[in-house]
């Protein structure tokens, strides 16, 4: 019988891969305004699972016995406060007609309602930021200091966000049945957005033991190609942010190495890249190409695509890429999108004015890559005292535990070099 360690880590790992998958299905039922609802009977679920597991073992199939918990507490919620209770009335039918209560909650009938929850959080009446934030906590169960990190927020803020959002939705009523084939033109930027910072948190995690959160990249994945399956919605922006996610997943096997620590591009086995994903990104950026303008997913999937198909990494076409950063510092002009301009004008051979451009950078104090940057180029340049000060500014910024490794080991590295360089004097 598993320890309750393990099966802590094991409900931990189901929350993050279900948790919006059955609010997804329990709003399906509720009306948008009795979201926290929804929210309520999963976390309950799961606070259950828990207690259940932790004395009986893991069931079978922990994920079937997630979904039969959940419906079983809804349909006791429906009992208890009658089948006319204001946030059912639009079910259409009566408590003791099951097949549809239990269709909504099959695992694979998941995927039409976890996409219309998506276009649903992302109603007009909200702001945009509101949209985004409502949608990753509800929908995709972010942890509020991961909206923060994704967003580059304050935590408080994103609380208040949620706060005043929910009162919004309660008090406007808003409804979430929504035919997203109909309404999906004004609600289709904010979902590419969710979308996008779902698979950022997974490919680079804020926080926790892994660099790499694969389950949220296949996810974003996932969401994103069930968009493309309707053909009445997507557009080139859809295309072109699939075509950015391929490319980036392609080289996910070698951005680590067997103990999970990072591995920098340059020294990445580029015979494990996954060719077969990257053919299909190149694809589907051939198609995103045909429209116009271009947006900021075009422009990363233009340059991931170049970084996939370079030979080497001294054979990469920096200065192409250098102006696809151009253009999309005039889309986004994000310091985090000017430091990556920065290295790539450093690469293209202007060490000294990349360098100097970077070091003038303001909103990235608190980012440990801005600083990891600043070590890398300074030990390129063979300074190695200031790379040492910069990779422990780096150290202190991250509370990844394979970055803390990471960066543990250039420190040492660094330090070994310097005395041994002070002893030949």
Known sequence: MENKEDIKREVDRLYREHYGKLVASLVSFFRLSEIEWAEDIVQDTFYGALDNWSKKGLPRDSVSWLFKVCKNKTINALRRKGTYYAPWRDTHFPLEDRTKLDQIFLPGEIKDNQLRLLFATCHPSLSPKSQIILTLKTSIGFQVHEIARALDMKLEAVKKNLTRTKQQIRLQNLPLRVPYALHSRERLNSVHRVLYLIFNEGYSASSGKVLIRKELCLEAIRLLRELLEEKQIFNADTQALYALMLFNIARFDTRTDTCGIPIELEYQERSRWDGKLIR??????????????????????????????????????????????????????????????????????????????????????????????????????????????????????????????????????????????????
């Open 280 to 425: 299909s990104g190149i694809k589907h950026f051939n198609a995103a190409r045909k429209g116009e303008p271009w947006s900021t997913y075009h422009l990363q999937a233009a340059i991931s695509s170049l970084h996939c198909t370079a030979d080497s990494f001294q054979n990469t076409q920096w200065k192409i890429i250098l102006g696809l950063y151009d253009r999309l510092l005039v889309l986004n002009p994000a310091p985090i999108v000017q430091m990556n301009r920065g290295i790539a004008l450093f690469y293209s051979g202007k060490t000294e004015e990349a360098l100097d451009i970077i070091k003038k950078l303001e909103g990235l104090e608190h980012h440990h890559l801005y600083f990891a940057t600043l070590a890398k180029m300074n030990l390129l340049l063979n300074r190695r005292e200031e790379a040492l000060d910069h990779y422990l500014d780096a150290l202190s910024r991250t509370k990844v535990e394979a970055e803390k490794e990471f960066l543990q080991r250039k420190i040492l590295g660094l330090q070994s070099t310097i005395k041994e360089g002070q002893q030949g004097l």
